[in-house]
């Protein structure tokens, strides 16, 4: 069985420092990645993606992949209160499903 | 606008009774998905469709039909087989090699 696995908080970090959710993978097949934001009572937003080994950067979004130690980060920098959710970790494979994990919350302290 | 129409948002069903919850979608995706989402908890794969006329059960599938005969629509249906149906219901859509998108979700509950 696939599985994505996330801790799943609550993280909790003062404004204005850097978040750094982390997620494993157990098929090692998988080539590509997904971190979605979901507020409290909403539907999952899509915030990065991530293909190659590395790192790729979107504002104050980060996503690091390391395909050897089957590991996904988001690291956020300059955290505000409106980053305050759930973020889901999502990986596999074009052609097929991807897997979710279950979920980080973070709280960020103003 | 483009995007993923889920309704309604809210959905009340009484004992023994079937419910239908739609999902649409004008973005000309072949792919679409339900997820099931319950309190603090992940998502878990109800059903999917690759392609028009054609789906594949998820993780959860029993309790649940669904039917795909437009690219645009790809209706659920809770049947009164589903014992817990009270749930978070979020449909996702994508295309070709792009990451899924997903509609505003339909809140379930038991009258």
């Known amino acids: 069985q696939k599985e994505v696995e996330q801790n799943s908080g609550p993280l909790s970090v003062p404004e204005g420092a850097i978040a750094s959710l982390n997620c494993t993978y157990s098929d090692r097949g998988s080539q590509s990645f997904f971190w979605y934001r979901q507020y409290s009572g909403k539907s999952p937003e899509l915030i990065m993606f991530i293909y190659s080994n590395g790192d790729k950067e979107d504002g104050r979004f980060t996503a690091q992949l390391n395909k050897a130690s089957q590991y996904v980060s988001l690291l956020i920098r300059d955290s505000q209160p409106s980053d305050s959710a759930t973020y889901l970790c999502?990986?596999?494979?074009?052609?097929?499903?991807?897997?979710f994990g279950p979920g980080t919350r973070l709280s960020v302290l103003p | 606008d483009g995007g993923i129409t889920q309704s309604p948002k809210y959905l009340f069903r009484k004992e023994g009774q079937n419910v239908t919850l739609s999902c649409e979608q004008n973005?000309?995706?072949?792919?679409m998905y339900w997820y099931r989402q319950d309190p603090g908890q992940g998502l878990r794969l109800i059903y999917y469709?690759?392609?028009?006329?054609?789906?594949q059960k998820g993780d959860i599938a029993e309790g649940y039909s669904v039917s795909r005969e437009k690219k645009e629509s790809f209706p659920l249906t809770v049947t009164s087989a589903q014992k817990n149906p009270t749930a978070f219901y979020l449909c996702?859509?994508?295309?070709?090699?792009?990451?899924?998108?997903f509609g505003d979700g339909t809140r379930l509950s038991i009258l």
């Open positions: 996702a859509s994508r295309g070709a090699d792009q990451p899924q998108h």
């Open positions: 999502a990986g596999g494979n074009y052609g097929q499903n991807f897997v």
């Open positions: 973005l000309n995706h072949d792919a």
């Open positions: 469709s690759q392609i028009v006329n054609d789906f």
